[in-house]
């Protein structure tokens, strides 16, 4: 529709969640019509955020070195590990100030339909982290739709005989949401009222 650079822009910005052809062409022109300095700095952003961020070795939270602000916190609880689809989760829950234990992010959860199995997940990499008989207790706080269900029942059974208590959040989430979206008051309920996976 538009020619060269403009229509390019408008093309990556229509892939990101979220953002209609509409909104793609307002953010372009917005863009077009702003000061170079402002669209240089969001360039540079944009480039640091893939160069510069890294993914926790220990949980898989994004972090800026080899371990994540959380894993290293030596005043956070190592007995409980709250299991979580997505770093922002970790931010939603954080937001609560439930929750003093540490996390495991798995990266998504398993959904058949878009080709997303177990093997997909960083569950290779939480079962190393359940050798340490230091961890006593697992929340499994994935979303609370069909996906994040079928991840949690999934993990419960795998974790069955390994004598660790597995909890799931309360109900009283939105069922068919995402956990982000929940307000502190009601995702800091569901933490606290979280029930046992048999
Ligand atoms: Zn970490």
Do not use: W
């Not at 700095?41 to 898989?60: H, I």
């Not at 609880?77 to 954080?94: F, N, Q, R, Y």
């Not at 339909?113 to 982290?129: A, F, H, Q, S």
Request: hydrophobic share 40%.
């Amino acid at each position: 529709m538009y020619e060269g650079a403009v229509q390019d822009l408008i093309d990556e910005l229509g892939r990101l969640p979220g953002v209609g052809p509409k909104s793609a062409q307002r953010i372009a022109f917005h863009v077009l019509a702003a000061e170079p300095a402002d669209v240089e700095r969001l360039a540079d952003t944009l480039k640091r955020v893939k160069n510069e961020v890294k993914f926790c070795s220990v949980c898989g939270n994004v972090a800026e070195a080899d371990t994540c602000r959380i894993c290293l916190d030596p005043r956070r609880d190592p007995s409980v590990i709250c299991v979580v689809e997505e770093p922002k989760d970790v931010v939603a829950i954080e937001r609560t100030r439930e929750f003093r234990g540490r996390y495991h992010v798995l990266g998504g959860a398993i959904s058949p339909i878009d080709g997303v199995g177990p093997d997909d997940l960083r569950i290779r990499e939480l079962m190393v982290r359940l050798r340490d008989d230091t961890i006593t207790e697992l929340i499994l706080a994935t979303d609370p739709n069909l996906e994040g269900e079928a991840t949690a029942t999934y993990l419960a059974r795998l974790l069955k005989d390994l004598g660790i208590t597995v909890t799931r959040l309360a109900s009283g989430l939105p069922v068919g949401g995402d956990l982000e979206y929940a307000d502190e008051v009601t995702l800091g309920r569901a933490f606290s009222g979280r029930r046992r996976m048999d």
